[in-house]
């Protein structure tokens, strides 16, 4: 079965410090794709990155890095010195052959 | 080309009235998807198009839910009869690759009194 956990409903931090949103999925393919969005209260929904199954590597991009770990289906996304602009749902979604499933969404707060 | 656009951004109706949604892609992107949003989840699939072919359509689509896209470029939601239940954010997405949803549209918020 195909699924994607984000068992962090929300999160309040305060500003600069670090956070971290935790993923878990579940799929029997061997070929998929992993996704962090961001939905800030506009509603529209911002792509943040994409990676295929085969790619282990962790990646960083300015403050925001992502880690991924087939060992234990994780794709953990980290917000490094976090700002109030960060404050949005942020959602992990799986794509596979089935098709795309979203998580429920972190609701993350950044506090001045 | 400014990225995946959907008319009307807001939709108000009352309970038993048609309404009709409207996504235009990125122009090159031969796929197209539909999802639904209701308020504290995440997005579900609706149904998927690759050019005029509706290749999947998700159980949520039932028989009152229709989706076209007629001449591969542009896509139409329609819901017949509606009910308060639809009220949701419909968002539309399209890609070049299969699965590769990094283009969302700014979604057509649905509300049904």
């Known amino acids: 079965a195909q699924k994607v956990t984000q068992a962090q409903t929300e999160i309040s931090v305060v500003e600069k410090e670090d956070v971290t949103l935790d993923c878990v999925y579940e799929?029997?393919?061997?070929?998929?794709?992993l996704f962090w969005y961001k939905q800030p209260p506009s509603g529209e929904l911002v792509f943040l990155i994409r990676?295929?199954?085969?790619?282990?590597q962790n990646e960083i991009s300015g403050r925001y890095s992502w880690n991924f770990q087939k060992s234990t289906s994780s794709f953990n996304f980290t917000i490094t010195a976090s700002q109030v602009v960060d404050s949005a749902v942020y959602f992990c979604?799986?794509?596979?052959?089935?098709?795309?499933?979203f998580g429920a969404g972190t609701r993350l707060t950044v506090k001045p | 080309d400014t990225g995946v656009s959907q008319d009307p951004r807001h939709k108000i109706t009352k309970r038993g009235q048609n309404v009709t949604f409207r996504c235009d892609p990125i122009?090159?992107?031969?796929?197209l998807y539909w999802y639904r949003q209701t308020l504290g989840q995440g997005p579900e699939f609706l149904t998927y198009f690759q050019n005029e072919a509706q290749l999947e359509k998700s159980r949520l689509l039932s028989d009152r839910f229709s989706a076209e896209r007629p001449k591969g470029s542009f896509s139409t939601l329609e819901i017949q009869r509606t009910e308060q239940g639809d009220s949701a954010m419909y968002l539309c997405a399209s890609s070049l690759e299969y699965g590769a949803l990094e283009n969302f549209g700014p979604g057509t918020r649905l509300t049904v009194t």
């Open positions: 799929t029997r393919d061997t070929t998929y794709y």
């Open positions: 979604a799986l794509s596979d052959s089935n098709d795309m499933r």
């Open positions: 990676r295929n199954s085969f790619d282990e």
């Open positions: 122009s090159e992107h031969n796929r």
